[in-house]
């Protein structure tokens, strides 16, 4: 599946996994997910301030496969 795929070295991975709310009590079972991961975009600022290489998958709105 990967055989062609270029594989880019990072020097960092950041993942926001997705989330899952259990039962229909939950207060946050409508709230949409749609907010960037700021917490982790900060990290990445950082990082790359840093002169590394870096990169965010956040799972709430890209499918991780």
């Known amino acids: 599946m990967y055989k062609n795929m270029k594989m880019d070295k990072l020097d960092c991975l950041l993942i926001s996994p997705p989330i899952f709310y259990k039962g229909d009590e939950s207060i946050w079972k409508n709230v949409n997910s749609n907010f ?11 990082v790359r301030a840093k002169n590394k290489s870096i990169k965010i998958i956040d799972c709430n709105v890209e499918s991780p496969s």
Not at 36 to 46: Q, T, V
């Open 36 to 46: 960037p991961p700021l917490g982790l975009a900060s990290i990445a600022a950082y």
